[in-house]
């Protein structure tokens, strides 16, 4: 029998404590970012090319990326740990469909998934945990499918942890994450690297990777 780690409990909470401000922050915040969604526009492309399968978006929130990549023309549904998260995703965008659960152990199939996003929310999973959600996402992905992580970068510095509002989280350096994405099974299409916005604190750092 497997026991729930007890960091998933406490970003649970965390995350549903916060979720109906989060979702009133966050609704409209990819209008702000050209270049995020550049690089979901050119996952969205590559994914598209993979076949017509599932898209799974992992820590979806309230769920207006899973929208934004349905409206790239995506079979995307959102996972969230959160049920208030959830909740407030399947009111929101009534059309798409959205579940409850943890990315670590994905209910989907061996190689059923077209394409993986996800967007900010590794940034929670403690370090050497990683590999194992890498591995999770490789075996529910297609042999050939999508990946995108989007995170918090190091800017040079080393892994480190820092004072995220909701609950404790990583800053990567984008070498580390790629380099454990390719002893997972992927390989690397691309990166994007993003200045901070005024109001944000940290360099953003974006993967694009293919199953291998
Ligand atoms: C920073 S928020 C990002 C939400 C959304 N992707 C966005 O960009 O606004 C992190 C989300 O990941 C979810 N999360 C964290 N760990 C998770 C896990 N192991 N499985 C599923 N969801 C998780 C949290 O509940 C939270 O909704």
Same mark, same amino acid.
């Given at each position: 029998?497997?026991?729930?780690?007890?960091?998933?409990?406490?970003?649970?909470?965390?995350?549903?404590?916060?979720?109906?401000?989060?979702? *009133?922050?966050?609704? /409209?915040?990819?209008? /702000?970012?050209?270049?995020?969604?550049?690089?979901?526009?050119?996952?969205?492309? !590559?994914?598209?090319?993979?076949?017509? +399968?599932?898209?799974?978006?992992? +820590?979806?929130? #309230?769920?207006? $990326?899973?929208?934004? $990549?349905? *409206?790239?023309?995506?079979?995307?549904?959102?996972?969230?740990?959160? #049920?208030?998260? =959830?909740?407030?995703?399947?009111?929101?965008?009534? *059309?798409?469909?959205?579940?409850? +659960?943890?990315?670590?152990?994905?209910?989907?199939? /061996?190689?059923?998934?077209?394409?993986?996003?996800? %967007?900010?929310? $590794? =940034?929670?999973?403690?370090?050497?945990?990683?590999?194992?959600?890498?591995?999770?996402?490789?075996?529910?992905?297609?042999?050939?499918?999508?990946?995108?992580? +989007?995170?918090?970068?190091? *800017?040079?510095?080393?892994?480190?942890?820092?004072?995220?509002?909701?609950?404790?989280?990583?800053? %990567? #350096?984008?070498?580390? $994450?790629?380099?454990?994405?390719?002893?997972?099974?992927?390989?690397?299409?691309?990166?994007?690297?993003?200045? #901070?916005?005024? /109001?944000?604190?940290?360099?953003?750092?974006?993967? !694009?990777?293919?199953?291998?």
């Amino acid at each position: 029998m497997t026991t729930t780690p007890p960091h998933l409990h406490t970003t649970q909470q965390a995350y549903d404590a916060v979720a109906v401000r989060y979702a *009133e922050l966050v609704r /409209d915040v990819l209008d /702000d970012f050209p270049l995020d969604r550049a690089i979901l526009a050119a996952f969205a492309e !590559l994914t598209r090319i993979v076949g017509a +399968g599932p898209v799974a978006d992992l +820590g979806c929130g #309230p769920g207006y $990326l899973t929208a934004h $990549l349905a *409206e790239l023309g995506l079979d995307a549904f959102g996972i969230d740990l959160s #049920p208030t998260m =959830i909740d407030i995703a399947c009111r929101t965008y009534p *059309e798409l469909r959205f579940e409850v +659960g943890s990315m670590a152990a994905l209910n989907s199939a /061996d190689g059923v998934l077209s394409g993986i996003v996800s %967007w900010y929310s $590794l =940034i929670h999973v403690p370090p050497q945990e990683i590999p194992s959600y890498l591995a999770e996402f490789r075996r529910a992905l297609s042999g050939d499918g999508t990946l995108l992580l +989007g995170f918090f970068e190091a *800017e040079g510095g080393p892994l480190s942890t820092f004072d995220h509002k909701v609950v404790t989280a990583y800053r %990567w #350096p984008i070498d580390d $994450l790629a380099a454990l994405a390719g002893e997972a099974g992927f390989a690397e299409v691309g990166r994007m690297l993003r200045q #901070p916005h005024t /109001d944000e604190r940290f360099r953003r750092g974006h993967l !694009l990777l293919r199953a291998r």
